[in-house]
């Protein structure tokens, strides 16, 4: 089991690839915030898929007091986000440069799309990491610098 923000969700959706978080996590759960975010609009890569997987479960905060005090500086799916992560001990999946910030400082495992990417070369559930990367930059609008992408391919032996 794993804890989702909505950047995870809907960039893989964007490309067509949120099953890689089944083949990889099993479950997914995302707090009620994550999925008002993800669903609000039907267009939105991932809304459909959110509201029907019975594999991505979303529930209540359980922690209402810590994501109140993350939300000063996080959006409210980031904060708990992070509060249900802390609450379970679960991985946490999430992009944003704020968020990774505090869910390291309460101690939080932590990994963003491109790790999600990376573990899914590495365990076989996907051939080649690159037309990926390439298809969130230009499809998805994911935003990662040039040094960044090659970081990541060299990981993987692609560069």
């Not at 809907?10 to 890689?20: F, S, T, V």
């Not at 939105?44 to 109140?68: F, H, I, M, N, Y």
Request: net charge negative; glycine share 6%.
């Amino acid at each position: 089991m794993v804890v989702s923000d909505a950047s995870p969700l809907i960039n893989l959706a964007a490309i067509g690839h949120l099953d890689l978080l089944r083949a990889l996590y099993g479950t997914v759960c995302i707090p009620n915030a994550v999925h008002r975010e993800v669903t609000r609009f039907e267009e939105q890569p991932g809304a459909d898929a959110v509201q029907s997987l019975e594999w991505v479960k979303a529930q209540s905060c359980p922690r209402p007091d810590l994501a109140t005090a993350l939300s000063e500086d996080l959006d409210a799916g980031e904060a708990e986000a992070i509060a249900l992560a802390v609450d379970t001990g679960a991985l946490l999946l999430i992009d944003e440069r704020e968020g990774r910030r505090a869910a390291a400082r309460l101690d939080v495992s932590r990994l963003g799309l491109l790790g999600v990417l990376v573990e899914a070369k590495r365990t076989g559930h996907i051939p080649v990491l690159r037309p990926l990367i390439r298809s969130l930059r230009q499809d998805a609008g994911f935003w990662m610098s040039e040094a960044l992408q090659n970081r990541v391919l060299e990981k993987v032996n692609e560069r």
